[in-house]
């Protein structure tokens, strides 16, 4: 039973994922057997070029500010990953994201961030609040994602704090980046395992969100990274999650409780983008009129063939 689960999981990936490292990492994010050495060697790949990139530029500077300088510079105009979220989060202001990058390179090169005092507000943007808006930390403390609920974040949370307690933990040490993966025992791996998993589902859910309630609702849009992460963001997760305490069990039940409604409602919107608006409308509001617009989606050949595809789906929407 085991080996024919483990069949079908490679087969259903490998539908999307044409790399074997990435459909790799994807098994293993989504709970299933791999060799675990041959994943921990995945996972460390990446972070062991970074390191030796972020040591041979450190030999270069003598000044850690000169070092930073050169660290931002070297990310040039890139737009790919978190840095586009956060770019976008900023209003596309290139300018505001450099000061973003300094002020996490500065801590994570071992200098504190001269956050701008508060009479500089008149001028410019506090760095602190620049930070927080990349991170989506201030619509996470403004944003409720359902009526009479609330926000993600309470107002008095602290970027600064919960920044320089990032450094304390490791995360942000490039110079041994990939050490917590390199000494992880097996159920060390485990553990992470698990743990990514559930970001994995966090994910799915935050994207059927984001679909009923607005792009970034809540600060949820860079899960995105994680709804079919790139080996990259596999490792970057791993190593977050070796480092981090665990997840709340309240919010892992909310999160599992919703997940396999949300996948099938990113499942029907991926094959009826035209009819998004209209499945949205009757989820929320229950109307009667938007479940009989529905009606003729429900009743096409594309629907049908959806249906024999994804009768799980189908069937947790209730669209029958």
């Given at each position: 039973m085991w080996a024919a689960d483990q069949i079908v999981a490679v087969t259903a990936l490998h539908r999307e994922i044409?790399?074997?490292e990435c459909l790799l990492a994807n098994l293993?994010?989504?709970?299933?057997?791999?060799?675990?050495?041959?994943?921990?060697?995945l996972l460390i790949a990446p972070f062991s070029e970074l390191t030796a990139a972020y040591r041979h530029s450190r030999a270069q500077f003598e000044s850690p500010a000169d070092l930073v300088d050169h660290l931002v510079e070297s990310m040039g105009s890139s737009t790919t990953g978190s840095l586009a979220i956060a770019g976008v989060r900023l209003g596309g202001n290139r300018s505001d994201l450099e000061?973003?990058?300094?002020?996490?390179?500065?801590l994570a090169t071992g200098g504190l961030p001269a956050w701008a005092d508060d009479e500089d507000e008149r001028d410019a943007p506090r760095i602190d609040r620049l930070v927080?808006?990349?991170?989506?930390?201030?619509?996470?403390?403004?944003d409720v994602l359902a009526p009479g609920t609330r926000p993600l974040l309470p107002e008095t949370f602290d970027v600064r704090e919960f920044l320089?307690?990032?450094?304390?933990?490791?995360?942000?040490?490039?110079?041994?980046?990939?050490?917590p993966l390199a000494s992880a025992t097996h159920e060390d791996l485990a553990r992470a395992q698990d743990a990514a998993a559930f970001i994995t589902r966090f994910a799915v859910?935050?994207?059927?969100?984001?679909?009923?309630?607005?792009?970034?609702?809540?600060?949820?849009?860079?899960?995105?990274?994680?709804?079919?992460?790139?080996?990259?963001?596999?490792?970057?997760?791993?190593?977050?999650?070796?480092?981090?305490?665990?997840a709340d069990p309240a919010v892992r039940t909310a999160i599992d409780d919703?997940?396999?409604?949300?996948?099938?409602?990113?499942?029907?919107c991926r094959a009826f983008p035209a009819h998004v608006e209209l499945l949205r409308i009757w989820i929320q509001t229950n109307d009667a009129q938007a479940r009989r617009e529905l009606e003729t989606v429900l009743n096409s050949p594309?629907?049908?063939?959806?249906?024999?595809?994804?009768?799980?789906?189908?069937?947790?929407?209730?669209?029958t």
């Open positions: 044409n790399s074997l293993w994010l989504t709970g299933h057997w791999v060799e675990v050495e041959s994943l921990r060697a000061n973003v990058m300094w002020a996490i390179l500065e927080a808006q990349a991170f989506g930390v201030d619509r996470a403390q403004r320089i307690e990032a450094v304390g933990s490791g995360i942000l040490d490039f110079d041994q980046l990939a050490a859910v935050a994207g059927a969100i984001e679909v009923l309630r607005g792009s970034d609702i809540g600060g949820l849009g860079m899960l995105r990274l994680f709804e079919r992460p790139s080996v990259i963001d596999t490792a970057v997760l791993a190593r977050s999650v070796l480092l981090s305490p665990p919703q997940y396999e409604r949300a996948s099938a409602f990113l499942k029907f594309e629907f049908k063939a959806f249906k024999r595809e994804q009768p799980g789906a189908v069937a947790t929407l209730q669209l």
